[in-house]
């Protein structure tokens, strides 16, 4: 495929959440412990059988085949069996769990009424809920400028036609002209050049016209509506019926103006060289109602201005960097009439360009290259794109959240900087480091130039912020704030350059710089480049993550690169939105949808986690322990219901209902202090300090459900009637304990308590309850053995079982309860002293 859109496609890669690569790290290291817990049982229990009295009791004599069994397959089929008594320590249900917290939670982003636009009458749209904890982990957020920080909502401001300054609505006896630039007229431009400037406004476009039947009381008109891909091209044509020159529409190649004195013009399309990303320009062949051929050019100053004559273009040049530094975007005009006999030959060399079957684009760039050449320059156009409504508001919370945010655009430096210092991206004590063809061009060897410039900004930059990394945010906000500038050109020779042995110095160098500024530009950028500077910074030391933002079909391949992808339901169709993972109709959205949605998301998907682990290492170390009690024999602790109802009935809807709901911390708290994100960053609660936490308190509780009950077990009996519990009942209780103990954990760590959480917590264990009562009340006839028949209703007929389950259950709580203590007395004691000192 040859599109633009194809051309600068970047594949899609597959993305995957920090908190998956957690998972898998975590699922490591407890089928290490697995393995571990067989092998030990499998050798003590050869150790054990050493004793010929423990190997074949007199009680328990081995058949003829056993004692003829290799000892080799023995051991192997016993450590078989232990890693399928001990299997359950692997939370297999946290998978299901995982996708459907993943699916329902995604859902509150599309319910969310703050994400509702008026305009376009919707709302955010989730295309992928496997990111959605990633939203709350993101370190670089990277922006398109027109339609995602702006409106792309074009409106003519001004123009400039040989260096003679128009604005407002021309009249017929004077022009609204100031002189900008060295003076060549008094008053104005000279009435030709205007009307050549207007026409070539209202020839050199791709806009489409729609008639529309407007009826007012007894008169009836007709309406012109322009329709166009790009809002620039309707804004300038606008712009040229504000001064009497209006495009009435094309017909069979007939192209209708209709001028000043209401006289139409008919022009004939001969030709469009269409716009493209490297071109950055376009033009339209023309022929008028006397047979003279004309060639209309519009552009960037920068792919205009070496294709017109020198003198020219002083009088243009500074409307142009003016208008740029006011945040406008400009464009140059420039025409060149065009003989009969070189129009033959331009017209064979792009009919065989356009018929090339092989390499037709590059003969078409290089057709296009020669006929856009010896133009003479007309004047120059400026067009406002208006900044998106709280767009600086949420550029500001993304800073002080401590996330680095890159704006990549297509546009002039001059207007991107402008637009960076109105949306709040760069700040007035923000030095600004410059890498752009205008500071390089200042050498004969740029390369010699841009290593200068390298070198000298990592200087600067080293010596102002401190050598750890770790630090790095928080430095922010202590030292000089440093921005940096680039425009494509030079990024390809930072990028391109690999040949060489200096390559890789300047890209690394690069990086550096990047890293230690608060803010980035690049201008003049390519769709590609824009991927090419994502796919750098995700490459970075310490795999950074990052965000993409855009709103159209040039956006897309920065947005398929990046870890997540946002689409702007902009005027520029619907590209975006559709290749991102999610969407969004305005850029303020972002600043909710990462710093509220994304940091609940990361901390109960990160709980969710380290609580599964945590409530299946209390399940299975009790069933370790009791094997150095049962002669090592895989005897069971827990009766084969229990095994599997412990995952899918009795501990699982508290913990998705928590990952679902809680919030522990208030949203409108979340997007009021962004500072609060950067607790969570780093994907702070799934390293190794808070793993290492769960699974020690998960090896403390399991120690003390298992010995708790061992101990009240020494008593000789535990009945009124002289009976002595079996092992069943030494399960059950110990089972009892552990449902209890990590359903109640659950409900200490809640914040946001809904009726949600109260049916599932207390419903859990009531539905526990009356299982047990249930499955040992009614002996089943499908069951072979009824071992735990009235085994839970003669348990609970002891007092003394009553106040070992209550005690257990409080003892394995109890550092929790005294951890939740401290932390709210420090956090009074804090707001206390805060409340002093703002008093003092």
């Not at 469009?272 to 008028?288: A, G, H, Q």
């Amino acid at each position: 495929m040859e599109t633009k859109m194809a051309l600068n496609y970047q594949g899609k890669s597959q993305k995957r959440s920090a908190v998956e690569k957690s998972i898998n790290a975590f699922l490591i290291v407890y089928l290490f412990i697995l393995l571990t817990k067989a092998a030990v049982c499998t050798t003590l229990k050869y150790v054990w059988q050493s004793n010929p009295n423990n190997d074949e009791p007199w009680y328990n004599q081995k058949t003829q085949k056993e004692r003829e069994t290799l000892k080799v397959l023995k051991m192997f089929t016993d450590f078989l069996s232990f890693m399928v008594l001990f299997n359950f320590i692997i939370p297999v249900s946290m998978y299901v769990t995982v996708e459907m917290q993943k699916f329902l939670g995604s859902f509150f982003i599309s319910w969310d009424k703050d994400f509702y636009d008026e305009e376009i009458h919707e709302g955010a749209l989730v295309n992928t809920s496997d990111l959605n904890e990633e939203l709350g982990q993101v370190d670089y957020v990277f922006t398109d400028k027109t339609g995602t920080l702006t409106e792309n909502s074009m409106e003519f401001i001004e123009c400039c036609i040989d260096g003679h300054k128009y604005r407002g609505a021309a009249q017929e006896a004077e022009g609204l002209s100031e002189t900008d630039g060295p003076l060549t007229y008094f008053d104005k431009a000279d009435k030709n050049r205007e009307e050549l400037f207007l026409r070539a406004l209202c020839l050199c476009h791709t806009v489409e016209t729609k008639t529309n039947d407007v009826v007012d009381a007894a008169t009836e008109s007709t309406e012109l509506t322009y329709i166009s891909s790009s809002p620039d091209e309707i804004a300038l044509v606008k712009g040229a019926k504000k001064y009497g020159f209006t495009f009435v529409g094309n017909q069979n190649g007939q192209m209708k103006v209709e001028n000043q004195r209401k006289e139409i013009e008919v022009y004939e399309l001969l030709h469009t060289l269409n716009f493209d990303s490297v071109r950055r320009r376009m033009s339209v062949i023309v022929k008028n109602q006397a047979g003279d051929i004309i060639l209309f050019c519009k552009g960037a100053d920068s792919a205009v201005f070496p294709r017109v004559q020198n003198h020219e273009i002083e009088l243009t040049k500074a409307h142009v960097e003016r208008n740029a530094m006011d945040g406008y975007r400009t464009l140059c005009v420039a025409f060149k009439e065009i003989a009969p006999d070189d129009y033959e030959r331009i017209n064979r060399q792009l009919i065989e360009a356009k018929m090339a079957l092989q390499d037709r684009e590059e003969k078409m760039e290089r057709v296009f290259d020669d006929i856009e050449t010896n133009m003479n320059l007309i004047g120059a156009t400026a067009v406002e794109d208006r900044l998106q409504d709280q767009a600086a508001e949420t550029i500001e919370a993304l800073h002080a959240a401590g996330l680095k945010v890159w704006v990549l655009t297509g546009d002039k430096m001059e207007t991107a900087k402008s637009t960076c210092y109105a949306c709040r991206l760069f700040q007035t004590n923000t030095e600004l480091l410059e890498l752009t063809t205008k500071t390089i061009e200042e050498s004969e060897r740029k390369e010699d130039r841009l290593h200068e410039l390298l070198i000298e900004y990592r200087k600067k930059l080293l010596h102002d912020f401190p050598k750890s990394t770790r630090s790095l945010k928080k430095a922010w906000t202590e030292h000089q704030e440093y921005g940096l500038i680039i425009d494509g050109s030079t990024l390809s020779l930072i990028l391109n350059s690999s040949q060489d042995s200096g390559s890789h110095n300047y890209k690394s160098i690069f990086l550096q710089i990047c890293m230690k500024c608060t803010a980035v530009l690049c201008c003049r950028m390519a769709p590609l480049q824009k991927a090419q500077i994502v796919r750098m910074v995700k490459n970075l030391k310490g795999s950074p993550i990052t965000l993409s933002i855009g709103d159209g079909a040039n956006d897309v391949s920065m947005i398929l690169e990046s870890h997540v992808g946002i689409g702007i339901k902009g005027k520029e169709g619907r590209q975006a939105a559709r290749n991102s993972d999610y969407s969004v109709p305005k850029f303020k959205h972002l600043k909710k949808l990462l710093l509220a949605h994304g940091h609940l998301y990361y901390v109960r998907i990160a709980h969710l986690v380290q609580y599964f682990f945590y409530k299946n290492l209390c399940f299975i170390l009790p069933q370790f322990l009791y094997q150095f009690f049962c002669g090592f024999s895989q005897q069971p602790l827990y009766d084969a219901a229990y095994l599997t109802m412990y995952n899918i009935c009795f501990t699982s809807l508290p913990i998705l209902a928590y990952s679902l709901l809680e919030q522990h911390i208030n949203i409108d708290t979340l997007t009021s202090d962004p500072r609060l994100y950067m607790k969570i960053s780093g994907n702070a609660m799934l390293q190794l300090g808070p793993f290492l936490y769960w699974t020690f308190l998960a090896a403390f509780e399991g120690t003390v459900f298992f010995f708790g009950t061992y101990f009240l077990f020494q008593t000789s009996s535990l009945e009124e009637n002289a009976k002595v519990y079996g092992n069943w009942t030494f399960g059950t209780i110990v089972f009892t304990v552990l449902v209890f103990t990590v359903t109640l954990k659950l409900a200490l760590d809640t914040r946001f308590w809904t009726w949600i959480n109260h049916f599932v917590i207390w419903g859990s264990l009531a539905f526990y309850v009356f299982f047990s009562f249930f499955w040992g009340g009614i002996i089943w006839p499908f069951l072979k053995q009824q071992r735990m028949y009235f085994v839970f209703a003669q348990m609970l007929s002891s007092v003394s079982t009553w106040l070992a389950i209550i005690l257990l259950i409080f003892i394995s709580l109890f550092p929790e309860i005294l951890l939740i203590v401290l932390k709210n007395v420090k956090r009074r004691s804090a707001r206390v002293h805060h409340l002093i000192s703002s008093s003092a």
